[in-house]
């Protein structure tokens, strides 16, 4: 049996850090949740003894009622983690407990108090628990699903480095100082928060540190309603991943082409891309640059797939919004790089949400809601692909799941670069059902929102002409005809773009878009 003030528990070929609060395997850490870690400690502490599950479950979870299924459940994911289906490490006596059944001796464990002295990965961050201002201790749940949930998202971010739940458990209730956990944990940013609840809402702060310096690089603010506590979790987890997922991209992408030690190479080229994709969106001039960047770093590595996801959207986008001068050029062009991205990563949440757009370019939107369902199932906070769902919906002619789809992604990220492509999509299923006093409202938000975008006009133009509001149509389109990123100028070029659909229902709603901005004032050729 292992000493009592070890820090430190080696069995088979696994090291249980207490001062760390991690199990390691060799040099990797293997995730657990807070209390399958405590439930494991527990077992390692008496390894060789038989823990009874009332025992077991007074050690983990004093003062509190809870019932065998907890503890289930935490065993099973101890046995997991431990690749343990066997039941060789951890053995269930039935009906009386468990017994942690292999040998158990102290290991050593990394001097804490050192620095961390090698390089810290690009994207690398620790999610400290979020604090919970409420005041109730019973009532923590909310702080730790919001921490756990986070730290979930923000690994599925590619090329992060996520420090474990476990680990940062141990920040819990200390005394913070942000450069001395970034030497600890070998991270470059430090994210911490709280929570605090009213009867109908909660409040959210979140804080970015670097933690190299301790200034803070990004900080928000918000409420959100709090009647639906799944719905409420779901909007605050997202609405911070895609979030801090931009502000990551950009503080990094910022470093890298301000550092003249870090060479222009492909990756750090395609990083800069990345940054003002994801800040921008596919649809504004500001995006020009990230594409001369992807061009850059595929020039030197064509399998950069950064590259080739931010290429592929700027293809297809350009098909999907009706501007495109050069449909089998574009459409080539964007399946090669979306092909390409999906054999250089097969399991790529960015490659299947550029691959479901390129499908939509192509009319395929069954199997580009496939495509992006896919991507979020790997990536649940990434908003583009509902995009797709909602466009592929659109060309499916079912307009009220285009305005659930829009009104979702709105709700999980308010302030999203797509947010007017959102509420363009919501006004084009008002358009498709007719009720044109609806689609003018809506059109009127992203062509606010994003001014320099071409199809939001010409569609608020084509709402209010088929709403009988002629004069502001004609404003609208005279608008549309004076932006220098307009390429479709005439309804002969309009009506010879080839239909994304071919439903009955959608050829009607092409008809009524293509007599609105005839009445609009468009030039006929």
Same mark, same amino acid.
């Given at each position: ?29 293997? +995730? ?21 599950? +009332?025992?077991?479950? &007074? ?7 809870? $019932? ?12 997991? *983690? %431990? ?67 986070? $730290? ?14 476990? $680990? ?7 005394? @913070? ?13 430090? %994210? ?89 969106? *596919? ?13 850059? *770093? ?9 590259? @080739? ?39 790529? #949440? ?64 308010? *302030? ?24 003018? +409202? ?12 071409? @199809? ?29 990123? $307009? ?19 959608? @050829?009607? #709603? ?14 006929? &050729?």
């Amino acid at each position: 049996m292992p000493e009592s003030d070890s820090k430190a528990y080696g069995f088979e070929r696994y090291v249980l850090d207490l001062r760390r609060g991690c199990l390691r395997n060799a040099d990797r850490e293997v +995730e657990l949740r807070p209390k399958s870690f405590h439930v494991l400690e527990y077992l390692v502490k008496n390894a060789g003894r038989l823990v009874a599950k +009332e025992e077991l479950i &007074k050690a983990v979870w004093p003062h509190v009622v809870v $019932t065998d299924e907890s503890l289930t459940r935490c065993v099973s994911e101890v046995r997991s *983690a %431990l690749d343990d289906s066997e039941q060789q490490i951890i053995r269930t006596v039935p009906r009386r407990g468990y017994v942690l059944a292999v040998p158990v001796v102290a290991a050593s464990t990394p001097d804490q108090k050192a620095p961390f002295t090698g390089d810290r990965p690009r994207l690398s961050i620790v999610v400290l628990p979020f604090a919970d201002l409420t005041g109730d201790s019973g009532q923590r749940y909310l702080a730790d699903a919001i921490t756990e949930g986070l $730290t979930a998202y923000l690994s599925r971010i590619r090329d992060s480095f996520v420090i474990a739940r476990s $680990t940062a458990s141990t920040y819990q209730a200390r005394a @913070l100082d942000v450069k001395r956990i970034g030497r600890e944990l070998g991270v470059r940013y430090v %994210l911490e928060g709280s929570e605090q609840r009213t009867a109908t809402r909660v409040r959210v702060n979140v804080r970015l540190v670097d933690a190299a310096s301790g200034v803070h690089v990004w900080a928000d603010q918000f409420d959100v309603d709090s009647s639906d506590l799944f719905q409420m979790q779901d909007a605050i987890v997202t609405r911070l991943a895609r979030a801090l997922h931009i502000e990551l991209a950009e503080v990094e992408a910022a470093r890298v082409a301000q550092a003249r030690s870090i060479p222009a190479d492909a990756e750090n080229l395609a990083l800069r891309a990345e940054a003002i994709f994801l800040r921008y969106g *596919a649809n504004r001039p500001e995006t020009e640059g990230a594409y001369a960047l992807c061009e850059q *770093a595929l020039e030197t590595d064509r399998s950069n797939l950064r590259a @080739l996801c931010i290429l592929a959207m700027r293809f297809a986008f350009r098909i999907t919004s009706a501007q495109s001068t050069d449909f089998d050029g574009d459409m080539r062009r964007a399946e090669e790089y979306a092909a390409r991205a999906r054999a250089a990563d097969p399991n790529s #949440y960015q490659a299947h949400q550029a691959n479901a757009r390129v499908l939509l370019a192509r009319s395929r939107p069954e199997e580009a809601v496939a495509e992006a369902e896919h991507s979020l199932s790997l990536n649940p906070g990434f908003i583009p692909a509902y995009l797709d769902l909602a466009t592929a919906n659109l060309y499916l002619c079912r307009p009220e799941t285009v305005i659930d789809y829009a009104r979702t992604a709105m709700r999980l990220s308010p *302030a999203d670069p797509y947010v007017d492509n959102f509420h363009a999509h919501a006004g084009r299923a008002y358009f498709m059902q007719e009720r044109y006093d609806h689609a003018v +409202e809506s059109m009127r938000r992203p062509v606010a929102m994003n001014p320099e975008f071409p @199809l939001h006009h010409r569609f608020l133009a084509a709402s209010l002409a088929q709403n009988g509001q002629d004069v502001d149509a004609h404003e609208a389109m005279k608008r549309y005809l004076s932006l220098s990123g $307009t390429k479709i100028r005439t309804v002969a070029a309009y009506a010879a773009l080839p239909p994304p659909s071919r439903h009955r229902t959608y @050829l009607l #709603y092409r008809k009524h878009l293509i007599e609105g901005v005839t009445k609009a004032g468009m030039p006929e &050729k």
